[in-house]
């Protein structure tokens, strides 16, 4: 039988990384029935589960310099900080293997009236059943940590669906899982195209879904869900940052720059509107544009690259698109604002958009920051919130109460203090409001998604 074939290129040079199988829909089918066959038989212990996940962190551990490459090469992160990637997926790992004891139920009082007089009740917690996992290219390795290890933490069967563009990191984490112990099956990769996809996630069979992606996509998945399937929805954001009045201004400039253009700004958190007092906003849009002018952009596996490509040719063309509607419907360009090749775009900063530009309602996933102009801060609180996303945001200032004024009036999951958007630790909350997701994110989170109450009453 001929299957389609699945071409992986470097995010860079397009160089073919490897040509594999796609799985047709009777694979997914048979992966579906292995997978609840698995879960109807009983998950390993917790004790199991613990050593295999405390191998898998030595082994990944063992392959920190190959997973960078193969984060910078499929992916076009710079090998910089796929480095910082790989750390924050073994962390996950061993975060995973720390919630684990707290898998636990409680005691339900029963004798508050006479009628549960008598009895003696309690919850424990089972796992959900099979956890579909459908992920981002733009961490690949860490995005498959998020949705694979709090599967196995709560003795769930996963199967996940990469990125099309960047399946390698979750391939090799699969054969690294077997390696640790886990037996077959409980951890599937599943390569397939938008209608087997579909079919995967939509099954009867599954019973939590776990996605990854635009919102376009996953709102739609959602409401396909077979009855009785539990999801989480992680998207993008717009993400806004307020400025009031800072005393380290170098130091939040470089920080901008960075939360911005991080992995050419492909994160759905990237900071994208700035708000800055009307009287400073050009001279800080300068600011912004004098260090972004300066980051290199290249290949990113060379160790010199600040920023590498865009994920594909597409991406670059649309981004080329929606700076030029910019600047055409008033924008001021500070800097950039020119693609390099087919998957590279300059650094750019512009000033003042209009509020109706696609750059400052949509989510950009670019190298591309705006620096916006206020007379009132609750201005800059009303400009913030106007969308119908809502991820998270930031405030800095140097004056306490303001801070948490505007952190109170934001709408947002999380609201950062005198730090960026892009902010993140994998044992905090994370997830989106409005339209920017369902759900919360996290180890611990996921985990506790990924578990059932049962009550056991007990009469004398």
Aim: proline share 4%; net charge negative; glycine share 8%.
């Amino acid at each position: 039988m001929t299957h389609e074939v699945l071409t992986v290129n470097q995010a860079y040079t397009g160089a073919v990384l490897a040509e594999l199988d796609m799985h047709d829909g009777a694979q997914v089918d048979a992966m579906l029935s292995t997978a609840k066959a698995l879960h109807q038989g009983g998950c390993l212990p917790a004790h199991e589960r613990i050593v295999i996940l405390q191998k898998l962190s030595e082994l990944v551990a063992n392959e920190h310099e190959d997973f960078a490459r193969l984060i910078a090469n499929e992916g076009g992160k710079p090998i910089r900080d796929a480095r910082v990637e790989v750390t924050r997926a073994i962390d996950g790992i061993r975060i995973a293997i720390a919630e684990i004891q707290n898998i636990e139920g409680y005691e339900v009082p029963m004798d508050l009236t006479a009628a549960g007089a008598g009895r003696t009740a309690f919850t424990i917690m089972e796992p959900i059943g099979v956890v579909v996992a459908v992920s981002a290219f733009n961490h690949p390795l860490n995005l498959s940590i998020h949705q694979v290890i709090p599967a196995i933490a709560t003795g769930c069967p996963v199967i996940i669906k990469p990125a099309s563009v960047t399946p390698l990191c979750a391939l090799r984490l699969a054969e690294l899982i077997k390696e640790a112990g886990l037996p077959e099956g409980w951890v599937q990769v599943a390569l397939t195209n938008r209608e087997n996809s579909e079919k995967l996630v939509t099954d009867p069979r599954v019973g939590f879904f776990s996605f990854i992606g635009s919102a376009k996509v996953g709102w739609y998945l959602k409401s396909k869900l077979a009855p009785g399937t539990r999801c989480a929805l992680e998207h993008g954001g717009v993400a806004p940052l307020i400025f009031d009045e800072y005393a380290d201004e170098d130091g939040f400039v470089q920080g901008v720059v960075k939360a911005s253009m991080y992995h050419s700004g492909q994160v759905c958190v990237s900071v994208q509107r700035v708000y800055v007092p009307e009287n400073r906003a050009s001279e800080m849009a300068q600011k912004i544009a004098d260090v972004a002018a300066k980051q290199v952009v290249g290949d990113a596996i060379n160790e010199d690259s600040d920023l590498g490509p865009l994920i594909l040719p597409k991406e670059t063309d649309r981004i080329e698109t929606w700076v030029n509607e910019a600047v055409e419907e008033g924008a001021q360009l500070i800097t950039g604002g020119k693609r390099i090749n087919k998957v590279s775009y300059e650094p750019t900063v512009l000033l003042n958009p209009s509020k109706d530009s696609k750059v400052s309602t949509q989510e950009v996933f670019g190298p591309v920051v705006c620096v916006y102009g206020y007379q009132d801060i609750e201005d800059a609180i009303e400009a913030a919130n106007s969308l119908d996303v809502s991820f998270q945001s930031a405030v800095f200032s140097d004056n306490v109460s303001t801070a948490m004024d505007v952190a109170k009036k934001l709408e947002a999951s999380a609201v950062m203090i005198n730090d960026y958007t892009t902010f993140r630790v994998d044992w905090m909350p994370f997830g989106g409001r409005k339209h920017s997701g369902y759900g919360i994110g996290g180890i611990g989170y996921s985990m506790k998604d990924m578990l059932e109450h049962k009550l056991l009453v007990i009469k004398a």
